[in-house]
């Protein structure tokens, strides 16, 4: 399974960014996906998920900011990250499994090398 993030930069607060995931094959259509985040001195979060069906959940500190969404024909994942804050820096990460992704754990057999967000 190949993931590959884009559509990382730098933002300033109040600002938007559109992260992309591009997979292979079927993976959109019938896996789980997922975003995680790697801030500075702390451990993985998750931050947004989408099961195979379209039904998505979000992490508190997201949620109404984010969206995820998927594109199954063009095998593509993306976050619509709007209202962006300082606390948003981070190493963005698509994950995907055959099962339904839990935010509350990293225990996700695929990643891809993730997209950095950063704020100016």
Do not use: H
């Not at 930069?9 to 997979?23: I, K, N």
């Not at 451990?43 to 594109?71: H, L, M, N, P």
């Not at 090398?113 to 950063?118: A, D, F, I, N, R």
């Amino acid at each position: 399974v190949q993931l590959v993030e884009s559509g990382g930069g730098s933002v300033q607060a109040g600002g938007s960014l559109r992260l992309s995931c591009r997979t292979s094959g079927y993976i959109a259509s019938s896996y789980g996906m997922a975003w995680f985040r790697l801030i500075p001195g702390k451990e993985y979060e998750g931050v947004a998920a989408i099961d195979f069906d379209g039904s998505t959940k979000y992490s508190d500190v997201v949620k109404g900011r984010f969206t995820i969404s998927k594109d199954n024909a063009k095998n593509t994942l993306y976050l619509q990250m709007n209202s962006l804050k300082p606390e948003d820096t981070a190493k963005y990460y698509c994950a995907a499994s055959p099962a339904t992704i839990s935010l509350w754990t990293t225990w996700v057999p695929y990643w891809g090398q993730g997209t950095q967000v950063t704020f100016s």
